[in-house]
């Protein structure tokens, strides 16, 4: 009973803050903070697991490989996304070794009649460091390739990703504290140092146990994005709005756009558990704060579906 009412107490909050998003200074994300994304940034898509829950201390000592495929309606990049829809499928295979480290590669396909395909290739090895009382100490390393002519323009001259967080659980719920620092690559009309991201997120896991082999979560989160705003000169630079790429120029020698709060995001997840199998849907919502002439500023709603199978 008192897990019941905490769920309705969560999701009357859910839907208040979403009836609010339109006119809401701030953004609400879609992390799941148990599933490390893989090729969509941190603020879309949730894909393989790192296995660091806090619940079952003796993941930490065992070696799986988990088969992912992902698909997402659309996505987006600490509050970028583009004015077209990039839905995708993206299969994944992640190596969990004992004492935490643990290795993603990921492929995501891109579904656009006119430049679909295989877009974007993803490795991301990692670290996770049992500090013991429910905490972990997290280091991780993405490297993106894209393909020349890639439509995923919120994040095509993105290079490397440097990721630390440090989460801690209390019961149920989860907290959790990101840095990342995003690398571009140089190009002809841009060269910008790059981006940092500083991310708090919260989730709770409302867990219910069916059977010995399975159990039904159902997890909303939240997040906000605070970083340094060199992303959207590189959004600009690829939709060759040359006037909004000016005015973004004045606005940076101005001093007006070194940081700044740049989205809230909100997700609401099922995750279904059978075996070794897991099924998770996923209601994604993610409201920009961080204004730019010529970057859609509306929020965005979108949806995701992740099949995970884990041999131990």
């Known amino acids: 009973m008192k897990k019941i009412i905490t769920l309705i107490v969560f999701t009357v909050l859910i839907f208040n803050l979403k009836s609010f998003g339109g006119n809401f200074s701030s953004s609400l994300l879609a992390n799941k903070l148990l599933v490390k994304p893989s090729i969509a940034p941190a603020d879309t898509v949730k894909k393989t697991s790192d296995n660091d829950t806090a619940s079952d201390d003796d993941d930490a000592n065992v070696r799986s490989y988990a088969i992912g495929l992902g698909f997402g309606s659309d996505q987006s990049s600490h509050g970028i996304h583009s004015g077209n829809k990039l839905p995708y499928i993206e299969p994944s295979f992640t190596y969990s070794a004992p004492k935490g480290f643990y290795i993603t590669v990921s492929d995501q396909f891109i579904l656009s009649k006119d430049s679909g395909g295989f877009d974007a290739f993803a490795l991301n090895p990692g670290w996770n460091i049992d500090l013991g009382n429910d905490n972990t100490l997290n280091f991780n390393l993405t490297h993106y390739w894209f393909r020349a002519k890639t439509p995923l323009s919120i994040m095509a001259d993105l290079s490397d990703v440097g990721e630390t967080y440090f989460d801690h659980w209390f019961g149920e719920t989860e907290g959790r504290f990101t840095v990342d620092y995003d690398y571009y690559k140089k190009t002809d009309s841009v060269n910008t140092p790059g981006d940092i991201i500083l991310t708090p997120d919260i989730l709770h896991d409302f867990k219910f146990t069916l059977s010995k082999k399975s159990s039904l979560s159902l997890i909303p989160e939240g997040s906000i994005d605070f970083g340094t705003t060199n992303a959207y000169s590189h ?41 070794h199998f897991e099924i998770e849907p996923a209601i994604n919502l993610n409201v920009p704060i961080y204004k730019v002439p010529g970057v859609p500023d509306k929020p965005l709603g979108f949806g995701t579906l992740n099949l995970i199978y884990t041999i131990e």
């Not at 040359?242 to 909100?266: I, W």
């Open 235 to 275: 959004y600009l630079s690829r939709t060759k709005d040359n006037a909004a790429v000016q005015s973004f120029k004045r606005r940076k020698k101005s001093g007006k756009a070194s940081f700044a709060v740049l989205d809230f995001n909100l997700i609401f997840t099922v995750n279904y558990k059978i075996g």
